[in-house]
């Protein structure tokens, strides 16, 4: 799939491309946000995507460098809602008025735009351009941190929005333009005003034809019977005139609510929510019906309803899965719920996608907390096995004979407090689905081997009963453990092993993939909707900590600090127990070749760093900042022989290559994290 990257000044600006590009072309196109700030703040060293949408040539400068060069761009037409001009064309004529926008370059983008609309019986300054405290009124798009805080008057026009040339560029990029046409695209942007008219005119010219929805309409296997926001009848194809059994001209432009009570249109016109497969009876037969509101920008253009025929068997199997949906058995997941763009995880996530296309067992492993199920999930909904049940079972949950009939079912009277009726197990309610085997290592001897026996025949046999039942699943195995030690040990039976590891997955932990770090907590930190701020500090520990709970420890981490309200984290917020940090001490590519460079600073004084770098080591756990003096009189109270202006230049260069921080006047000296694993590689020789 190719992917967009839209960046501009505000979150509020990005959201709105956003929601507009995905209300369009729903997930055809990979997207990804950023702001300016979130490049800054968060070490975003490239931007990787085959296309990058940006709103203006000076915020392209700015971001330039982080740009890759085989990426094409695509430079915003903007403009403003039919809400956002009509609240202009009520202004008092000839009245002067300041607009604010992100960019000079944006804000005169803007102001031609409102000319161009007809929108001239208003004088409109740049706020880039004017002296401020000269004007009283001020039109501001959305949110903007230059809207005057004095006594002013403000008038919010809303976000600016994409215009239908961006649009259709979109399209055309993405090899989209199909989409476009089924969606209607002059229909759809009711509320935008473009000022390109010559293409809004080709467009209705356009769409009064044929278009590709009437053909697939026609030739879908199901019923289609779709209403306008008036109730009326605008869409009605062949099969559903074969079940309803009604003729064309008897139904379109008729009212669907009343023709049709039996079709919950009422409900979803008044909730504007979707009703999903649900039994109704029409003309005697049992019809499966759902029902989905037409929603843009959180207005109602309508509802559609599909409609299909279906047999006893059918209605049983429809039953079942309406009973495991209200159960939960749905996989909520995707690939774009994974987040990372480091080179590990892209290659797990790229592994499990094919993967997915495969009906062979899988076997995750990776440590806890590094995101087995939420991969087995992805795989799952992206595998022809997506429209049914994604069942999950955590083998370490449940004891011994509890886990067999939960896995296996139980026929009525097959032990004490068996229910009435007996009950499906496991296996059954994932059949054509996928059933998620969670820390398979915990799973008893004697049921493994009833597991290989499952996986070898497809089918099983409930306790108490004697009746097989064939089983079309997928397994996804997955272990925190050493799988492969504890077969060698005989403790996971060698034959089950081979049976699950047919595709192996692994996930890597999230201190090998210390790129995503600082990403991810941002990422986690927006989920909580929170603002807090992380100092330098704070990111060299987040990068250098071990995370031995992986991204499951750093979203606690987070939720911690987000729950407390610290607005400015320091490293000492961030709730770890400092007797049991364990850093890891390996040294990236980048910080080998700094240390190359500082041992031929060192040369024969080696040593002395090496005695510097200690010393500032105890000063940290002793909560001390040492300087030059103090470190003079212990390296001569423990018969070390330095002076004190050899320690300021040992200092000075320590600092040169990131391995301590000096602070001004006699504040000390402070090693940093770096810093401390220089002095562990360097201490090991």
């Not at 497969?277 to 843009?296: A, F, Q, R, T, W």
């Not at 995880?345 to 899988?362: D, H, L, W, Y």
Request: hydrophobic letters at 40%.
């Amino acid at each position: 799939m190719k992917s967009l990257a839209i960046v501009s000044y505000t979150i509020e600006s990005v959201d709105g491309y956003y929601n507009q590009i995905k209300s369009l072309f729903y997930d055809k196109i990979a997207i990804k946000t950023y702001t300016l700030e979130d490049l800054d703040n968060y070490g975003e060293t490239e931007i990787k995507a085959d296309v990058l949408l940006i709103p203006s040539y000076h915020l392209y400068k700015q971001i330039k460098g982080k740009v890759n060069k085989d990426t094409d761009l695509l430079f915003a037409h903007r403009t403003i809602s039919k809400s956002g001009l009509d609240t202009i064309f009520k202004l008092k004529e000839g009245s002067k008025i300041v607009l604010i926008d992100e960019s000079p370059e944006m804000a005169e983008q803007i102001i031609s735009i409102i000319y161009q609309l007809g929108a001239r019986h208003i004088e409109l300054n740049s706020f880039w351009t004017s002296n401020v405290d000269d004007f009283d009124r001020f039109i501001v798009l959305g949110q903007s941190e230059y809207t005057p805080k004095a006594n002013k008057e403000i008038i919010n026009i809303g976000n600016s929005l994409l215009d239908i040339n961006s649009i259709i560029d979109i399209g055309m990029k993405f090899d989209l333009f199909s989409l476009l046409d089924r969606q209607d695209v002059v229909r759809s942007y009711k509320e935008i005003r473009t000022a390109n008219f010559g293409l809004l005119k080709i467009l209705g010219l356009t769409n009064s034809r044929e278009s590709q929805l009437d053909i697939l309409m026609q030739n879908m296997d199901a019923g289609v019977i779709g209403i306008n926001n008036d109730g009326n009848i605008f869409l009605y194809n062949e099969n559903a005139k074969e079940i309803v059994n009604k003729d064309t001209k008897q139904v379109l432009s008729k009212k669907g609510i009343d023709l049709f009570p039996e079709i919950p249109f009422d409900y979803t016109i008044e909730n504007l929510k979707p009703v999903e497969e649900k039994i109704i009876k029409i003309n005697g037969y049992d019809v499966v019906v759902s029902v989905n509101p037409l929603l843009h920008s959180r207005k109602m253009y309508g509802a559609v309803a599909i409609i299909r025929r279906y047999s006893d068997l059918e209605k049983k199997e429809y039953m079942l899965r309406k009973k495991l949906i209200g159960k939960g058995y749905t996989a909520k997941y995707n690939f774009d719920d994974i987040f990372g763009e480091s080179e590990l995880i892209t290659e797990a996530k790229n592994i499990a996608k094919r993967m997915s296309k495969s009906n062979s067992s899988i076997l995750i492993t990776g440590e806890t907390g590094t995101g087995k199920e939420l991969f087995a999930q992805a795989i799952h909904n992206s595998s022809l096995r997506k429209e049914f049940q994604f069942v999950p079972v955590n083998c370490g949950a449940f004891p011994e004979s509890l886990l067999e009939s939960e896995l296996f079912g139980y026929e009525e009277g097959a032990f004490t407090g068996a229910r009435k009726g007996g009950k499906p197990g496991l296996f059954e309610l994932a059949h054509k689905g996928t059933l998620f085997l969670d820390e398979i290592t915990e799973m008893p001897m004697s049921l493994q081997v009833k597991l290989l026996r499952v996986l070898q025949e497809r089918e099983v046999v409930r306790l108490g009963g004697d009746r097989i039942i064939d089983v079309d699943i997928r397994i996804i195995a997955a272990t925190n453990k050493n799988i492969k030690e504890m077969v060698e040990n005989a403790e996971f039976r060698e034959d089950l092993y081979y049976r699950l590891n047919v595709l192996p997955l692994k996930i890597p932990p999230l201190r090998n993939r210390k790129e995503d770090i600082l990403g991810l907590a941002g990422y986690l930190k927006k989920s909580f909707d929170s603002d807090f701020v992380l100092t330098d500090k704070a990111k060299d520990f987040l990068l250098n900590y071990s995370w031995k709970g992986n991204v499951r420890e750093l979203r606690n981490c987070v939720e911690y600090l987000v729950n407390l309200g610290i607005k400015i984290v320091e490293e000492k917020d961030i709730p770890v127990d400092y007797s049991e940090k364990t850093f890891d001490n390996k040294l990236i590519l980048s910080e080998q070749n700094i240390i190359y460079e500082f041992l031929e600073q060192a040369g024969n004084n080696l040593k002395k760093y090496i005695f510097v770098l200690e010393e500032l080591m105890i000063g940290v756990k002793n909560n001390q900042r040492l300087g030059r003096r103090t470190l003079s009189e212990i390296a001569k109270n423990k018969g070390v022989f330095i002076s004190e202006q050899e320690i300021r230049t040992i200092l000075l260069n320590l600092e040169k290559y990131k391995m301590a921080e000096i602070y001004k006047g006699r504040s000390g000296t402070v090693i940093t994290e770096f810093g401390k694993k220089a002095y562990n590689y360097l201490s090991m020789g």
